[in-house]
Each structure stands twice: as structure tokens, then as C-alpha cells.
């Protein structure tokens, strides 16, 4: 069992950054795969990225490439995402997901755990 826990969501303006960390306890989830979602109310879940065990492989949807950026730190079993220039279209709970098969995927339905979600939202 892999528990996750989201924070560093927040109130930003446009333009503004913030900071999420995804951590969860024990060492299996050094060995997973870890995506970043989003989701309003009514709409499905979105991609935005994900990271391998090793963080050497990552992965953006387009909407967030060259602003967002995916890391982890396997000794303190986090995984961050670093979000720069955010849009009021960024506007979304952020949910952290752990994948414990051996790839990184866009696809929800791949990942065996999930956090509760952060709210972000980013004022015009």
C-alpha cells in the first residue's frame, strides 16, 4: 500500500509560481513510476506529467511543457512539480498518482495509487 499526500497548492495570480510535493512513506514508492493530474469538477481527469523510479525519464502534456517541471528525491521520497508561468486555464485540484509497474504512462488507468489532490488557483 502506497498512501500519498499532495501540498503546496495555494492562490497565485498569472504569471506566479508555485511549488506541489507528492510524498508518501516507505521505500516502495522509490521504486514507482509518479504522475501529476488535474481535474475540475465535470471534466475528466488530465495529464500534465509523470517521472520513472529514477527520474531520469520524464514525460509533459503540451499544455504545461516549458513551464512545468517534474523531479523527485528518492531519499526523501518526494516528488515535486515545479510550476512557472501559470495560466488561470492552470486552475485545477493537482492529484499525485503511483504507478508500481515498471513505466511512466498519460493513461489514469495505469496508476495503483492516488493522492486526495491540492487545490491550485490562478487568478487573472
Known amino acids: 500500500q502506497v498512501q500519498l499526500v499532495e501540498s503546496g497548492g495555494g492562490l497565485v495570480q498569472a504569471g506566479g509560481s508555485l511549488r506541489l510535493s507528492c510524498a508518501a512513506p516507505?521505500?516502495?514508492?522509490?521504486?514507482?513510476?509518479v504522475g501529476w493530474f488535474r481535474q475540475d469538477p465535470g471534466k475528466e481527469r488530465e495529464f500534465v506529467a509523470a517521472?520513472?523510479?529514477?527520474?531520469?525519464?520524464?514525460v509533459y502534456a503540451d499544455s504545461v511543457k516549458g513551464r512545468f517541471t517534474i523531479s523527485r528525491n528518492n531519499a526523501k521520497n518526494t516528488v515535486y512539480l515545479q510550476m512557472n508561468s501559470l495560466k488561470p486555464e492552470d486552475t485545477a485540484v493537482y492529484l499525485c498518482?503511483?504507478?508500481?509497474?515498471?513505466?511512466?504512462?498519460?493513461?489514469?488507468?495505469?496508476?495503483?495509487?492516488w493522492g486526495q489532490g491540492t487545490q491550485v488557483t490562478v487568478s487573472s
Open positions: 498518482a503511483a504507478d508500481t509497474g515498471t513505466g511512466i504512462s498519460r493513461r489514469p488507468e495505469v496508476y495503483d495509487y
Open positions: 517521472i520513472n523510479w529514477s527520474g531520469a525519464v520524464t
Open positions: 516507505g521505500r516502495t514508492f522509490r521504486q514507482c513510476a
